[in-house]
C-alpha cells in the first residue's frame, strides 16, 4: 500500500500561486507515476498532470499548461504542483495520485490505485 498525504490548499486571489505538496509513505517503491487530479462541484475528476518516476517525463493538461509545474523529489518521496497565475476556473478539490502500473495511459484515472483525501483550492476573482 503506498499513502498519499496533500497539503497546500487555500484561497487565492485570481493571478496568484499556490504550490500543493504530496508525500507518499509506504510501498512507495512500486509507484510507477505520480499524478494531480482536481474536481469541481458537480464536475467529474479530471487531469491535470502527471510525472512518471522512472525517467522523469511530465504530462500537462492542456488547461494548464505553462500555468502549472510538477516536480518531484526523490529523498522525500514528495511530489510538488506550482499553480501560477491562477483562474477561478482552477477552483476545485485538488487529489494526489499514485500508479503501480508502466504502461498506462497518465491521463486515464483509472491507472491510478492511490489516492489521497484532497485539498480545496479556491481563486477568488
Known amino acids: 500500500q503506498v499513502q498519499l498525504v496533500e497539503s497546500g490548499g487555500g484561497l487565492v486571489q485570481a493571478g496568484g500561486s499556490l504550490r500543493l505538496s504530496c508525500a507518499a509513505s509506504?510501498?512507495?517503491?512500486?509507484?510507477?507515476?505520480m499524478g494531480w487530479f482536481r474536481q469541481a462541484p458537480g464536475k467529474e475528476r479530471d487531469f491535470v498532470v502527471a510525472?512518471?518516476?522512472?525517467?522523469?517525463?511530465?504530462y500537462y493538461s492542456n488547461s494548464v499548461k505553462g500555468r502549472f509545474t510538477i516536480s518531484r523529489d526523490d529523498a522525500k518521496n514528495t511530489v510538488y504542483l506550482q499553480m501560477n497565475s491562477l483562474k477561478p476556473e482552477d477552483t476545485a478539490v485538488y487529489y494526489c495520485?499514485?500508479?503501480?502500473?508502466?504502461?498506462?495511459?497518465?491521463?486515464?484515472?483509472?491507472?491510478?490505485?492511490?489516492w489521497g483525501q484532497g485539498t480545496q483550492v479556491t481563486v477568488s476573482s
Open positions: 509506504g510501498r512507495t517503491f512500486s509507484t510507477a507515476i
Open positions: 510525472i512518471r518516476w522512472s525517467n522523469g517525463n511530465t
Open positions: 495520485a499514485a500508479g503501480r502500473s508502466f504502461n498506462v495511459s497518465p491521463y486515464d484515472r483509472t491507472g491510478y490505485h492511490y
